[in-house]
């Protein structure tokens, strides 16, 4: 699940982030209202995490911003010690849920869930071929048969199959699925993805994650595959697989 965190302040939306991104969602941060209001039209996200204030506009202008241009994705607005007419301007405004800082990670956390099981129910379910990834439940199958995945593991495949025939490079895999704009040194990228496709297609007629060399990967449903490839790393320029901390 993508989540964009829309707040100025350093030190709460770090908290906010580690949190979230040890819970396993991949988390897009905007420090300003200009460069949130960029993203969240840009970026398709699953919830929009909203501070307020915000440097130079309201949350709440924000919000009705956003409503106005017809973005869709919920909103879960937060500021510290808000009164009762705030938070009722703010859900008034535009908002689907309010916070009142400080508020515990897992009462946010059981918000998100809510709120993505009242709005993205069509989304609740994505299904490339017979592979399906229930994401309320967090499960993923191909066929009858149940796949384990580690939580990075889940999220890289959430992000290829939210956009399925797209060739993802690995600049755009690390800032989607390990929250960072640089690309690592290391191969940990293409060792991910060979874990994940060793998962995904081991003894499969169609195999799904493929590798566009010089460009990055794609996970697209063809009935004609290309030759099945080892599960070694076989990105645009890796190595040999290797150990890496995933």
Known sequence: M????????????????????RWGYAVGIARCESAGEQMAQAVSYDVILLGQPLPNRSGLVLCRL???????????????????????AGLDGGADDYLDEPFALEELLAKIRALFRRHAAELAQLQIGDLVLDRARRRARRGDKEIE???????????????????LSRTVLAGDVWNTNLEFESNVIDVTVAKLRHKIDRGAQVRLIQTVRGHGYMLAWEEESPPEEPDSVDSDGGGPAGPAEV
């Open 149 to 167: 995945l580690t939580q990075r593991e889940y999220t890289l495949l959430e992000c290829f199959m939210t956009r399925p025939g797209e060739v």
């Open 2 to 21: 993508r989540l964009l965190l829309i707040d100025d302040e350093d030190e709460f939306s770090g908290f906010l982030e580690s949190g979230l991104t």
């Open 66 to 88: 956003l409503r106005a241009r017809n973005v869709k994705t919920p909103i879960i607005m937060f500021s510290p010690g808000s009164t009762l007419q705030e938070r009722i």
